[in-house]
């Protein structure tokens, strides 16, 4: 079946630092791209939706300027947590749709911010 | 706006009973999916049964099978024979039917099950 990987599945970075998740879908083309943020004990939060080619739309609350989404290829969008603090620190996880039938969840990356 | 909501924290069923997980949802849109998925300890997203709001039968996937009211816009997850391996948080999920684009997937805030021995 399709597949989604997410890299890195943890990373620990230092304050003030940026850091980038990978989420590559790895046996079809992933018109569109979602990112969701979930902290302990509670529900996904949907961060923004990509779609190749073009920006991606944030929801509302969520900093652009400090999640960067790039979905530059059919196959790889990555989110870059732009100089990190330690309440960034959670489990960032993407999803991934080729015809809008489907969707696909990666693995899910750890992030820890000290 | 679309909201999913689920009223139960906490479940708890003993090893080859059956539970039955609520969820209510709230949407203008005619067309739509209804999901439930199930979170281990490795956070893994795993679907567990879909279903379109267009089909009247209720879906079902071997052990799990989905109460769909519509019109009550209510959409409930029943467990038999519950097995150790089911313990997990399970979230329902609601998403928009648009034709030939992925739309959002909105979640409930998840009812952690426990199977007890």
């Known amino acids: 079946g399709a597949v989604v990987s997410q890299h890195p599945s943890r990373v620990i970075c230092k304050s003030g630092t940026s850091v980038k998740i990978e989420c590559r879908s790895l046996d079809f083309q992933a018109t569109t791209m979602f990112w969701y943020r979930q902290f302990p004990k509670q529900s996904l939060m949907l961060m923004a939706t990509s779609n190749e080619g073009s920006k991606a739309t944030y929801e509302q609350g969520v900093e652009k300027d400090k999640f960067l989404i790039n979905h530059a290829s059919l196959t790889l969008s990555t989110l870059t947590v732009t100089s990190a603090h330690p309440e960034d620190s959670s489990f960032y996880i993407c999803?991934?749709?080729?015809?809008?039938?489907?969707?696909?969840f990666g693995e899910g990356s750890w992030l820890t911010v000290v | 706006a679309q909201t999913v909501t689920q009223s139960q924290p906490e479940m708890s069923v003993q090893e080859a009973e059956t539970v039955t997980l609520s969820c209510t949802y709230d949407t203008s849109e005619s067309d739509y999916y209804l999901f439930w998925y199930k979170q281990p300890p490795s956070r893994q997203m795993i679907l567990v049964i879909r279903q379109e709001a267009y089909k009247q039968q209720n879906a079902t996937e071997n052990r799990f099978s989905v109460n769909f009211q519509k019109a009550a816009k209510s959409f409930s997850l029943k467990i038999s024979d519950s097995q150790l391996g089911d313990a997990a948080m399970y979230f329902c999920a609601y998403r928009r039917d648009l034709t030939g684009t992925a739309s959002k997937l909105t979640f409930g805030t998840g009812t952690r099950l426990q199977v007890t021995l």
């Open positions: 999803s991934a749709s080729s015809t809008g039938n489907t969707i696909y």
